[in-house]
């Protein structure tokens, strides 16, 4: 009930405004609750070849990015950082319908990072990056992915590009949290 008398105290006899803010206050306490759910909940109940968009969307909220394919399909990304350490792409087929669901921060993906590979491949390969990081004297920029390197410990695999944004090699380096750091 203080919530409700917090919004009739700011808004008076308002109803539209006390219904649009709570709302709002749905939607946010919503959104903060997708962004924190465990990836055991994030999908749940989704089952690919049934679901549709407008059930992921649902379940998990929208995501950060959205990705048009070619054949019609659309890939929904959902990054679990900036201290999580999964990423899940949903591809969404052209009929509408969830045709996959997986988590891409892999040794198996990272393997498939070439050089040559622009930004946007590797961003629509791999996601949201955990953090960037440009080094001006090198001439280089660093995209770090932290993910789970065994089921104990996390690393990070790191994507360096040259000033045109092309990848000219990758590497791997122990996460912070490891040493006592971030």
């Not at 089952?47 to 890939?75: I, Y």
């Not at 990056?129 to 992915?145: C, I, S």
Request: contains cysteine; proline residues 5%; neutral net charge.
């Amino acid at each position: 009930m203080g919530l409700f008398a917090s919004l009739l105290a700011l808004f008076g006899c308002d109803q539209r405004k006390v219904d649009e803010a709570m709302k709002k206050a749905g939607d946010t306490a919503r959104a903060t609750w997708n962004s924190v759910k465990p990836d055991s909940e994030l999908f749940k109940g989704i089952a690919p070849g049934q679901s549709t968009e407008a059930d992921v969307l649902r379940q998990a909220g929208k995501p950060e990015t959205t990705w048009e394919e070619e054949n019609g399909a659309r890939r929904l990304e959902y990054p679990r950082g900036p201290e999580g350490a999964t990423t899940w792409m949903v591809t969404i087929d052209a009929d509408g319908k969830v045709g996959r669901i997986e988590q891409v921060l892999t040794a198996e993906n990272f393997a498939r990072v070439r050089p040559g590979m622009n930004q946007d491949q590797v961003r629509r390969m791999l996601g949201k990056p955990t953090k960037v990081e440009k080094f001006a004297l090198k001439k280089e920029e660093v995209w770090g992915y932290r993910w789970w390197e065994s089921s104990q410990e996390k690393a990070f695999f790191n994507v360096h590009f040259n000033p045109d944004g092309m990848v000219t090699t990758t590497s791997r380096s122990d996460d912070p949290s490891r040493m006592g750091g971030g």
